[in-house]
């Protein structure tokens, strides 16, 4: 086993057995994941639990791959999201307003270029959090408020951002 | 006395009329002339009987005959089946005129002129019918584009249909491939195996990763095939492209005695350009020198295929002795549907398409072409 046990990573795919294959390749591996088959169950997911990663399919029935990124997005903003599109849907996908994807990949997907995308996501995700935190450590210090005030902030903080 | 002034009045006033019967007479003959000699329709006379007896220079043209090499033969024998054509003048004799649509007829080369023919009696003045009259247009032009038309639709439609199959043929063999992988995951775990059997295991899931590969790939060109896209540039070496397209065009260069010679700068020949475009453009331009040589070409054939650097952009030329492209068409090539090949053969989109590609590329193709000898085409592109 690697050192991926606290990826946390979503999978979102109506094709269930790639999902499955999927699935029990990166938790052999040591990814923590969820397997969803739309988006609409990817998103129940995100409500519950928090997720490092998305590998969202774009073309779904339902809720199509660039709802879905956007949806989880606004529930987890830091959530980084990698999109597996068909061959010639790059480009579409990327005229529909998709710029916040972390990383396109061509299907049939290529799974070692899978992994190496969730591990960069995790890291960008960690870099944004991190920044974000101290952004919002640092205005509440400038805040002036009293060190009690302070701690109880600073503990609110940890919880939205699980540091 | 009286009545003979009156008789040579008469005489002079029917002299009179006559003459101006003439004149309108002369004028409608000369009218009628006029419009039979220079019609590009195809107007005929008949008698009673379907004899010919009148045929305009449109006619002459439409089928290839001088009026003196059809005068007195029945208009049926010029029918591409005389048999048919009785119908329509069955029908005219009914109703005193008839319509028919796409007509065929017999040009004198063997080949089949389409005609959409108008047919009406000819009454003489006892209000008798003395014959036929027919005016025919030839419309073979319009039926070749509109059969050329259907084939560029049925080529689309083969694409969409092609593409569809090989994006949903993507998802089972993705599935495949990962079942294959997991599989050889659980084998390479797996305990009590003998030394024999996992090697064996290995070996099969290594293969059948190995084939949904080439599924792959092949879906992914037939989707590159069918898909229209915007260039996509990238650093590539022309005399390799070239390389590959003969190459790809092999099967076809089989069994013929066509030699290809290369006359390639020195070294290689690097641009920043579209290598799949680029190859389509020279597989259409390779693949009709071939197609020209088969059809005309003499003892001798050969392609030369050519490229030089100049300043900032580089030449390819393909040549062939073919004999060359007629003065009349050599204006036409580039045109959207034009094409000298039978229908169903040749879709007239070759050289527009190519033209279009390289005029993408920010390039041009021309061509010079010495009739009875032979034609080069000339593609430059700029190097970035």
């Known amino acids: 086993m690697d050192d991926q046990q606290d990826i946390r990573v979503l999978l979102v795919d109506d094709e269930e057995n790639l999902v499955e294959y999927i699935s029990k390749r990166l938790l052999k591996k040591g990814f923590t994941v969820k397997a969803t088959f739309s988006g609409e169950q990817a998103l129940e997911a995100a409500g519950r639990d928090h997720y490092d990663v998305a590998v969202v399919d774009l073309k779904m029935p339902g809720m199509d791959g660039v709802e879905t990124q956007k949806k989880l997005r606004e529930i987890q903003p830091f959530l980084q999201c990698i999109v597996l599109t068909g061959h010639g849907s790059i480009e579409s996908a990327l005229e529909s307003g998709q710029e916040d994807a972390f990383q396109y990949l061509l299907k049939p997907v290529d799974y070692d270029a899978l992994v190496a995308g969730i591990k960069d996501a995790y890291k960008k995700k960690q870099e944004l959090q991190g920044a974000k935190f101290q952004e919002e450590v640092q205005r509440i210090q400038a805040s002036g408020m009293g060190a009690h005030g302070i701690r109880k902030a600073l503990a609110d903080l940890r919880k939205i951002y699980g540091v | ?384």
């Not at chain 2, 048999?83 to 005129?97: I, N, R």
């Not at chain 2, 050329?148 to 639709?153: I, N």
């Not at chain 2, 294959?180 to 659980?186: D, I, M, Q, R, S």
């Not at chain 2, 790809?248 to 920043?272: C, R, S």
Request: contains cysteine; aromatic residues 6%; proline residues 4%.
């Open chain 2, 1 to 384: 006395m009286e009545s003979n002034s009156s008789l040579s009045a008469e005489l002079r006033r029917v002299t009179r009329e006559l003459a101006s019967y003439k004149i309108e007479l002369h004028q409608t003959r000369a009218y009628l002339q006029c419009i039979l000699q220079n019609t590009s329709d195809l107007i005929f006379a008949t008698d009673a009987e379907g004899t010919l007896v009148s045929l305009s220079k449109g006619g002459e043209k439409v089928l290839g005959y001088s009026w003196i090499e059809v005068a007195g033969k029945p208009i049926k024998d010029f029918a591409e089946d005389p048999q048919s054509f009785e119908p329509v003048m069955a029908d005219c004799l009914e109703d005193g005129c008839a319509l028919a649509m796409d007509v065929p007829f017999r040009h004198k080369e063997g080949r089949t002129v389409y005609c959409n023919a108008s047919l009406m009696d000819l009454i003489n003045r006892e209000g008798r019918r003395v014959g036929t009259v027919g005016i025919c247009q030839d419309i073979t032009r319009w039926k070749r584009l509109q059969e050329d038309l259907v084939q560029v639709d049925r080529l689309a439609e083969i694409g969409r249909i092609a593409a569809g199959v090989a994006h949903e043929i993507n998802n089972p063999v993705a599935v495949i491939r990962e079942a294959a992988a997991w599989a050889g995951e659980v084998v390479a775990d797996a305990k009590g195996l003998g030394t024999d059997d996992r090697q064996e295991l290995e070996e099969v899931m290594k293969k059948i990763g190995a084939q949904t590969e080439r599924c792959g790939n092949i879906t992914h060109k037939l989707l590159g095939f069918a898909r229209e896209s915007r260039p996509s540039k990238s650093e590539l070496d022309i005399h390799e492209l070239l390389k590959e397209t003969i190459a790809f065009l092999a099967p076809q260069l089989k069994h013929t005695t066509i030699k290809i010679d290369l006359a390639f700068a020195e070294g290689p020949l690097l641009v920043k350009s579209d290598p799949r475009l680029l190859e389509q453009v020279f597989v259409n331009l390779i693949g009709n020198a071939i197609h020209a040589l088969l059809e005309k070409g003499g003892d001798d054939k050969y392609i030369a295929l050519g490229t030089v650097r100049k300043d900032s952009e580089v030449e390819i030329s393909v040549e062939d002795n073919a004999g060359g492209i007629p003065q009349e068409h050599q204006g036409k090539i580039f045109e959207l549907f034009f094409t000298t090949k039978p229908p169903g053969k040749g879709t007239g989109l070759g050289l527009p398409i190519s033209q279009n590609v390289v005029r993408s590329l920010g390039g041009e193709i021309t061509f010079q072409s010495k009739v009875g000898v032979g034609t080069t085409f000339r593609v430059r592109i700029p190097m970035s």
